[in-house]
């Protein structure tokens, strides 16, 4: 008998962006959060585990093909520390169940998505991990429960395991018992929701997420004010999620991406993620709502240059080639949707892009995805370990 | 009998910085502001003012030997109509005066960058003309009860009529009578400090500061914030300069240019200044500061992509070889002072700069100058006005 299950979990990219913590050993946020989760037909993370009484070596972990250490006390550790503990009160109430928590664990992952892309992957790496190992144990917690130990391994990890519309309520409780994920809406309520992420290129590494945001915590004067701002942009965000309300969902998303970067330029030494494509990018989004006299698309950056343009599918074909007639990409874009092209609306201004134009390759390239569900559990044939209990794919 | 003067007036940079107004048509602030008065002697803006009773087309003005329109109403019109109502009260107590306030004016103003160089010529350019004005008509006001006048002209005007240290009050009447400009300390209590700017090339070009800054006043959530914050940066950067603390001035000066620029990126539709040249001159300073292991040099940035760096005489050897390095310009840099080159720090990181570097002309050029003095009047034989009441110079 084999004890193994394989879980895909999805990536999400924010609305209202988290950015501070109150707690860095639990991951307590100073804000609630809110995130589309992106279809993992298109990106994805696949874990699978395994649970062997004859694994010598005990617990083992490989990230595409390539084991990596699972620090004692680390946050990989702390996941499948509490995911045991819950797997040991199930198998003390009944004997019958095999020991699994007591055996050693084999762990292969694999992102679909290579990490040039710059998406970050620890959100969806550790929610296919938190999902796999609640399905090996076969877990009874519901998914706010598991998205408690998902938060615990990477803040924004919470928020990929549930489909459509999530948030991340901030919580108040010291030990994190309420700082969980939550559904908003499905994906079904809104499923012409589509997002556009632009890979953008960028010459210089910024500062990491996990040491920016407890910087700006320390010294952004104006961080304190954020946070009193977040509670109604949560509200009215999930209000205009409720009503399909696409321009109060675009605006609210703009202002809040833009207010996480100001903070972070107000942070001491300043830290700037967008470089000059992403505000051309910006510059762009704002002059083709302009330019057809309603909001139809809505930029949103996170901690680097890429952004993710949402809109919804009607309005695709404008966004699209709006898009890709000023940030030429080098090579063809393969677009799972086939969308058409679209002329620009008659009035819009070319002149807010700079002068002369972006070379060709200042967006390496594009994905085009939507708004997708939450984490799946595969069958055995999909798994990613072998019958030696190591990875199919090594490197 | 010729009735004229010839004056000259300061360029000033703010460490404070002014943006939003409370009321835009007296050009009263939402915050105070403070700036160091750059010397004459390298950067002004010279006007002449002539009365004559012969002019016969009414008041006329030549910028650049180029004639402007004074419109009706507008803010030049607005100067020249209060300064002429202050003659117009000596007049009327002293009969034996010339009728200066009844005879139209011919203004002739020049300054000596070149606009492409990106400052702001509007301070120092509305400071000449009151200054010139001021002259002419022999006023008994103060410097302070003339940047009233200045103010309405162009608000940042008002600190370029006086020297060194200078601090706009924001005031409270609604007339605007105490929203004016006063010395914190002379430019002989602090001569050491110099300071250095970077043109910075930009394929954009930005938006206007007049239409910014109200942008944000009625779009920032950040906004109100910064102006809780300013009356404390005022007061410790005024402490910095009584007691030549030079640290502190440093880091306050670097504080604020980060948070005006953050509630800029807080406006919707966001505005930018700074692009990635400017982003990465605040890495060099940041890193010229860490790696010496104190703050030596500050950067500051207005309503554009240039730098200001300021620093003390002794450290400018140092700022000067670090941004002549990371930042080669085209043609050879003139400075006034002779700075010799200096080795960086050994510690110095060169990675904060993107890879592979900045090509050559990404800074066009260097201007080296200092804190310098106030208004200057010139003898006759400067003025830009010929005989025949018009520019020596026309284009």
């Avoid at 302009?290 to 139809?296: F, T």
């Avoid at 343009?309 to 890709?324: A, G, Q, R």
Wanted: glycine share 6%; hydrophobic share 40%.
């Amino acid at each position: 008998m084999v004890y193994e299950a394989t879980t895909t979990a999805p990536v999400n990219i924010a609305c209202i962006k988290y950015w501070g913590k109150r707690d860095t050993r639990l991951i307590l946020p100073t804000n609630s959060s809110l995130s589309v989760t992106l279809d993992q037909d298109h990106l994805r993370s696949t874990t699978s585990s395994r649970a062997d009484s004859h694994f010598e070596a005990g617990d083992k972990l490989w990230l595409n093909g390539k084991e990596e250490a699972i620090k004692d006390g680390g946050r990989l550790a702390v996941c499948i520390r509490e995911l045991r503990r819950w797997r040991r009160e199930m198998e003390d109430k009944d004997e019958s169940l095999p020991k699994l928590s007591q055996w050693p664990l084999h762990i292969a992952s694999f992102n679909n998505f290579p990490t040039a892309a710059g998406l970050a992957s620890s959100a969806s790496g550790l929610a296919a991990l938190v999902a796999s190992l609640a399905s090996l144990f076969k877990l009874s917690q519901s998914a706010s429960q598991l998205s408690i130990i998902a938060r615990q391994g990477s803040g924004s990890a919470c928020r990929s395991l549930f489909g459509g519309f999530v948030a991340w309520r901030e919580g108040s409780d010291p030990s994190g018992s309420d700082s969980l994920a939550e559904e908003v809406a499905p994906r079904e309520h809104w499923p012409e929701m589509h997002a556009l992420i632009c890979v953008v290129s960028d010459a210089k590494k910024g500062t990491s997420s996990t040491f920016g945001m407890q910087q700006t915590v320390e010294t952004s004067t104006l961080f304190q004010e954020r946070l009193r701002i977040v509670p109604k942009r949560m509200n009215d965000i999930s209000r205009a999620i409720s009503s399909k309300d696409f321009a109060s969902f675009a605006q609210i998303t703009m202002d809040d991406s833009n207010s996480f970067h100001a903070v972070c330029l107000d942070t001491s030494p300043p830290i700037f993620y967008l470089n000059d494509v992403s505000r051309s990018i910006i510059a762009v989004v704002e002059e083709l709502n302009r330019s057809a006299g309603r909001i139809l698309a809505a930029y949103t950056f996170d901690a680097g240059p890429n952004a993710v343009i949402y809109t919804l599918e009607p309005d695709m074909p404008l966004v699209l080639s709006t898009i890709k007639k000023f940030f030429p990409t080098f090579e063809d874009f393969e677009d799972p949707f086939r969308t058409q092209n679209q002329d620009l609306p008659k009035d819009f201004n070319a002149g807010v892009v700079r002068e002369g134009g972006w070379e060709k390759g200042a967006v390496k390239g594009l994905i085009h995805t939507r708004v997708g569900d939450g984490p799946r559990v595969l069958g055995k044939e999909e798994s990613l370990l072998g019958d030696d209990g190591k990875p199919k794919t090594l490197i």
